[in-house]
């Protein structure tokens, strides 16, 4: 799974994700992507999940970018433990996605092979998301 190597500090702040995203919402390495329509937390587990998922459908032909890192550590206290006593410690590690931002992407595969393997890692995933192409190779996506 996912984790950076090293990290300035141990705990952070929850913090809120606000608006769209920045940067990391066009394609920029495959012709199809997976787009992020809501704003969420996403942990190293289900990035791994949805990998996965779309590792198996296309039977590890073409290329798959991931293009999120989980860099936020979340902590939780454990179970039927009294208020006080400081933070929890560090559970996972989570990236925030902010809608628009381009999660995966995959080239070297059919259109309605790469639609069915990104459906497949939305399952994993807690939020809503939407296939995309580039320009131009929309015309394989259907079907």
Do not use: C
Not at 43 to 49: C, G
Not at 88 to 97: D, H, I
Request: charged share 30%; glycine share 10%; hydrophobic share 40%.
């Amino acid at each position: 799974m996912l984790q950076p190597k090293k990290f300035a500090h141990r705990k952070q702040f929850k913090g809120r994700i606000h608006g769209d995203a920045k940067g990391g919402t066009s394609l920029n390495f495959g012709s199809y992507g997976l787009k992020a329509m809501e704003p969420e937390r996403i942990t190293a587990r289900q990035i791994e999940a949805a990998r996965r998922a779309i590792t198996r459908h296309i039977k590890r032909q073409g290329r798959l970018w991931i293009r999120i890192f989980p860099d936020v550590p979340v902590s939780s206290k454990p179970a039927e433990v009294r208020m006080g006593s400081g933070k929890g410690a560090p559970e996972y590690w989570a990236a925030r996605v902010k809608p628009g931002r381009i999660l995966f992407e995959l080239d070297g595969v059919p259109g309605p092979l790469a639609a069915e393997a990104f459906s497949r890692a939305a399952m994993k995933l807690p939020i809503k998301v939407k296939v995309v192409a580039r320009l131009g190779d929309t015309s394989h996506l259907e079907g």
